[in-house]
Nanobody
Framework: VQLQASGGGLVQAGGSLRLSCAAS????????VGWFRRAPGKEREFVGSISATGGGISYADSVKGRFTISRDNAKNTVYLQMNSLKPEDTAVYHC????????????WGQGTQVTVSS
């Protein structure tokens, strides 16, 4: 499966953005999809993930209550709705996929830049 994140941009603190992760491949609905971000000079950080069916969703504490992950398997797309954005959310955001039960995310897409101004 190939993944491509999009929807990033420049937004003021308190604003919102919705990122999309579009996938190719007929088996997309079998994959767990995760969102990750990397800020300049920092390690890559897990943001959240969604199970293949969408029934299981988890978030990092730093985004819980502000970010929402959803998926539309008919459109081969996973979304990351980001509300109440903070300057510390500034990063390159990537989506990644793995089969259910796998430890590591094997499929990574190009990221999209999110910049939050204060």
């Amino acid at each position: 499966v190939q993944l491509q994140a999009s929807g990033g941009g420049l937004v003021q603190a308190g604003g919102s953005l919705r990122l999309s992760c579009a996938a190719s491949g007929r088996t997309f609905s079998e994959y767990v999809v995760g969102w990750f971000r990397r800020a300049p000079g920092k390690e890559r950080e897990f943001v959240g993930s969604i199970s293949a069916t969408g029934g299981g969703i988890s978030y990092a504490d730093s985004v819980k209550g502000r970010f929402t992950i959803s998926r539309d398997n008919a459109k081969n797309t996973v979304y990351l709705q980001m509300n109440s954005l903070k300057p510390e959310d500034t990063a390159v955001y990537h989506c990644a996929g793995k089969m259910f039960g796998a430890t590591d995310y094997n499929y990574w897409g190009q990221g999209t830049q999110v910049t939050v101004s204060s």
